[in-house]
């Protein structure tokens, strides 16, 4: 099975970035892997849409950059959501229900 095509998910970059955000600030490729692991590799977000998304949702004041030296003692930046991201984020999930809703009304059912 081919994995989801990027056309089809895009709506849901941010959703998907900000899951993990709730959790624990974290850094670009480590959101990539989790997204990989997560999706169970079904879905592999290309490095350009992944920055795409952080820089527009820090723009928007989703999430906010801070620099961080890492376990393994390189300088790295990372990404905490804001209040107004967790906010994004409800509507983003109440957004794909409805979503949800309106597409599995076109999917056939197999007998």
Avoid: H
Wanted: with cysteine; aromatic share 14%.
């Amino acid at each position: 099975m081919a994995g989801i095509s990027s056309d089809v998910i895009r709506g849901y970059t941010d959703t998907m970035i900000l899951y993990f955000l709730r959790e624990e600030p974290s850094y670009a490729y480590s959101l990539s892997k989790q997204i990989r692991l997560r999706t169970e590799e079904k879905y592999v977000i290309k490095e350009t849409t992944l920055y795409s998304a952080m820089n527009r949702m820090e723009k928007g004041g989703y999430i906010q950059s801070f620099p961080r030296v890492a376990e393994n003692g390189k300088k790295r930046t990372y990404y905490r959501i804001t209040e107004a991201g967790e906010k994004y984020y409800s509507e983003k999930c109440a957004e794909w229900e409805l979503t949800k809703d309106v597409i599995e009304r076109f999917i056939a059912k197999e007998a």
